[in-house]
């Protein structure tokens, strides 16, 4: 049975240093693929899975999520001022009290087959982070669990000494409970500093709460935080993710 959040949550503050020039003048969810913004398929993607509103956490550029905002319906803006100098965990803590259910939390640098979602809201527990098969992107987090909950996450398998069942792909849903949980890791870390990405926190509530971790083997998505994975998504994903979900279409009830 498929649970679909009413909410979404998109982090997009970063700077998309990596990217070189293109992420100096416009924000990584701006990036396009087949002549549409990234973010904007995105949101194409949890309005067709049956999310009717979306909060865009924004940093660099604001001005382009603005414009976005102004002529797509059902987006909420939040804004982090010190998006330089602060991580995801910082940027998704500003949206805290804009939820009061559970919800989805994405990546702005995300593409993705719509199978992604579907996987996501038909998984039974209220907190599940997707988890997909090798990607050999280059910039994998890896995912390690015990009996499909999440136990550990890394850039760096070696650090996790425990079954790595896949790769981190950024599409996560959350329940108030665990956002709560995250939030309190986090306030304590923000004593020291805002650097703290939601990964971090998300184990660390991860603790106390279990946090399923569903692996689609053979999903298509990827992220896009320099140019070498634009050129790959450009040749590779994108097209596979096209010829995906015009088969996923066509086998949809509606």
């Not at 986090?186 to 650097?195: K, M, N, P």
């Not at 790959?232 to 995906?244: G, L, M």
Request: with cysteine.
């Amino acid at each position: 049975m498929m649970r679909v959040p009413d909410t979404a949550i998109i982090v997009a503050a970063g700077r998309g240093v990596r990217l070189g020039d293109m992420g100096t003048e416009r924000p990584k969810g701006f990036i396009e693929l087949g002549g549409m913004p990234i973010i904007e398929r995105s949101l194409a993607c949890l309005a067709a899975a049956g999310v009717r509103r979306t909060i865009i956490v924004t940093g660099h550029l604001p001005e382009y999520y603005n414009a976005l905002a102004q002529r797509a319906p059902g987006i909420e803006l939040v804004h982090n001022p010190d998006y330089a100098s602060s991580g995801s965990m910082y940027t998704l803590y500003l949206a805290r009290e804009r939820v009061s259910e559970d919800f989805v939390l994405l990546e702005s640098d995300l593409v993705y087959e719509r199978r992604a979602l579907d996987v996501l809201f038909a998984s039974p527990g209220s907190d599940t982070l997707l988890t997909s098969g090798p990607t050999q992107s280059g910039d994998e987090v890896y995912v390690e669990a015990s009996s499909g909950r999440l136990t550990g996450l890394s850039k760096k398998r070696a650090e996790l000494r425990g079954t790595v069942v896949g790769e981190l792909v950024g599409i996560t849903r959350l329940s108030v409970r665990c956002l709560f949980a995250m939030c309190a890791h986090a306030e304590r870390v923000f004593l020291e500093t805002r650097h703290l990405e939601y990964e971090q926190a998300l184990v660390a509530a991860a603790r106390e709460i279990r946090v399923d971790c569903p692996v689609v083997t053979d999903l298509a998505w990827t992220e896009i935080d320099d140019e070498r994975h634009l050129a790959r998504a450009r040749a590779h994903i994108f097209p596979s993710i096209v010829e995906r979900d015009a088969v996923h279409a066509a086998s949809s009830p509606c």
